[in-house]
């Protein structure tokens, strides 16, 4: 079955860094675009970046481009992200999140990690 | 961007009536782009419909999907305990892919 486990969430200063990492297993992870998506305390859903099942794409939504690098190891089946220059906005539950169909970007979400949660505060 | 509002912000009804929830785009969503998920309080989302009106894999018949355009439903036919929770709508045919503000399905 598929799972989705993140990691490398916790509270980091404004202006920090963090690397979230998601291992998977269950499905063939080099065969998948892989997404993050996230959730601040109380609110909806955002998308925040995706990377095509090879890495040749990178997409990230307008609020962290420029400060989230996404990335993947297909050899240890695991999906990261670099987050710099945090902003107390950028406080969420950060979830990993498989994409629906093999070697496309379909944009659609079909399995989700529990989420770490990220705390950005002085 | 397409904007995607969900009504109502709250719906509260009793297990065994129908719920139908609503989500509009701002503008068209072209090949029904259109997915819905559920979320239950301290768990992830989960994908129930997408295409519009196509069931993921595991998810009851009691859950149904429609429209096209700018405007789409969910239905639960006969609401069991375990439905209450929040669900969002997601269009992913338009970059940036959106979800809706979600529609929260309360016990009554």
């Known amino acids: 079955q598929v799972q989705l486990v993140e990691s490398g969430g916790g509270v980091v200063q404004p202006e920090g860094s963090l690397r979230l990492s998601c291992a998977a297993s269950?499905?063939?992870?080099?065969?998948?675009?892989m997404h993050w998506v996230r959730q601040a305390p109380g609110k909806g859903l955002e998308w925040v970046a995706f990377i095509r099942y090879d890495g040749s794409k990178k997409d990230y939504a307008d609020s962290v481009k420029g400060r989230f690098t996404i990335s993947r190891d297909n050899s240890k089946n695991t999906l990261y992200m670099q987050m710099n220059s945090l902003r107390a906005e950028d406080t969420a539950m950060y979830y990993c999140?498989?994409?629906?169909?093999?070697?496309?970007?379909?944009?659609?979400?079909?399995?989700w990690g529990p989420g770490t949660l990220v705390t950005v505060s002085s | 961007d397409i904007v995607l509002t969900q009504s109502p912000g709250t719906l509260s009804l009793s297990p065994g009536e129908r719920a139908t929830l609503s989500c509009r785009a701002s503008?068209?969503?072209?090949?029904?782009?259109l997915a819905w998920y559920q979320q239950k309080p301290g768990q992830a989302p989960r994908l129930l419909i997408y295409d519009t009106s196509s069931r993921a894999t595991g998810i009851p018949d009691r859950f149904s999907g429609s429209g096209s355009g700018t405007d789409f439903t969910l239905t639960i036919s006969r609401l069991e305990p375990e439905d209450f929770a929040v669900y969002y709508c997601q269009q992913y045919n338009n970059s940036p892919i959106t979800f809706g503000q979600g529609t929260r399905l309360e016990i009554k």
């Open positions: 269950g499905f063939t992870f080099s065969s998948y675009g």
């Open positions: 503008q068209s969503v072209s090949s029904s782009y």
């Open positions: 999140a498989k994409d629906a169909d093999d070697f496309g970007d379909y944009y659609l979400f079909d399995y």
